[in-house]
T-cell receptor, first 112, second 111 residues
């Protein structure tokens, strides 16, 4: 087990709704990254948080937003859900500096 | 062109076979490299880091060629349990330690 936990594990939402996904990072890790993995594709970087500040963002629209808390846990928020947002959302924690990242089990989001 | 490219496979090999996966990356500023393994509908799990000097972990050997921007993974004596998708991962560094993933190579080891 990596010690990275995500909730919920599965979620079904309707187009146009908003969703919040949560991630608890591994003890001692101050960096959390979020990824979206569509079926048959590799994970795509959404954004990264380091010590509560956004530290880089991928090619995702502003309706994807996030937070990191003082205990380094993190949230991913998606507004105005679209059908194409259906994917596995992965959270990864690391201690930064190019070290290995460890993934949570993911949240499978289905937008109908 | 994708920043990290892998042959998606699938590679179907018999138990005991040796199989090699290749990966190329386009950003010469990339700083660290990894192979992850992902089982169906599960999260990616770190298999091994990849160093220029090459590294080995049991049946697995990884190699990095910075000049050719090429990463490889060799699996010897394949087991049924090796069946999974293998993701090549490149970390750009430069202040944002974001991983760029390949699409993955599917391996199926057959009895």
């Amino acid at each position: 087990e990596t010690g990275v936990t995500q909730s919920p594990t599965h979620l079904i939402k309707t187009r146009g709704q908003q969703v919040t996904l949560r991630c608890s990072s591994q003890s001692g890790h101050n960096t959390v990254s979020w990824y979206q993995q569509a079926l048959g594709q590799g994970p795509q970087f959404i954004f990264q948080y380091y010590r509560e500040e956004e530290n880089g963002r991928g090619n995702f629209p502003p309706r994807f937003s996030g937070l990191q808390f003082p205990n380094y846990s993190s949230e991913l928020n998606v507004n105005a859900l679209e059908l194409d947002d259906s994917a596995l959302y992965l959270c990864a924690s690391s201690s930064g500096s190019g070290t290995e990242a460890f993934f949570g089990q993911g949240t499978r989001l289905t937008v109908v | 062109r994708k920043e990290v490219e892998q042959d998606p496979g699938p590679f179907n090999v018999p138990e005991g076979a040796t199989v090699a996966f290749n990966c190329t990356y386009s950003n010469s500023a990339s700083q660290s490299f990894f192979w992850y393994r992902q089982d169906c509908r599960k999260e990616p799990k770190l298999l091994m880091s990849v160093y220029s000097s090459g590294n080995e972990d049991g049946r697995f050997t990884a190699q990095l060629n910075r000049a050719s921007q090429y990463i490889s993974l060799l699996i010897r004596d394949s087991k049924l349990s090796d069946s999974a998708t293998y993701l090549c991962v490149v970390n750009r560094g430069s202040g944002t330690y974001k991983y760029i993933f390949g699409t993955g190579t599917r391996l199926k080891v057959l009895a």
